[in-house]
């Protein structure tokens, strides 16, 4: 379910297809984020699951998994 809802915002935030998206996809080597990119991208996953992502944390967020696991974590 996480993994889904992430994959709608990620498609998108970034612009890409969702059946481009998997939980190995790196954001910026896969998925072509840049740094502003990335920001907007955590921005919005705090607001739709309802986390706050610190900012040490958001550094290594780098692949959909992550994220993923993040958001379990602390939901």
């Known amino acids: 379910m996480i993994f889904e809802n992430l ?4 498609a998108k935030e970034l612009g890409v297809k969702e059946e481009n998206i ?10 072509g984020a840049d740094s502003l990119d990335a ?22 967020l ?6 993923v696991e993040y958001i379990e974590n602390n939901q």
């Open 7 to 10: 994959k709608k915002l990620i």
């Open 22 to 31: 998997n939980l190995d996809s790196h954001l910026v080597n896969d998925l």
């Open 39 to 60: 920001v907007e991208l955590i921005m919005t996953i705090e607001d739709e699951f309802e986390i706050t992502i610190n900012e040490n944390d958001a550094t290594n």
């Open 62 to 67: 780098t692949t959909v998994k992550a994220i």
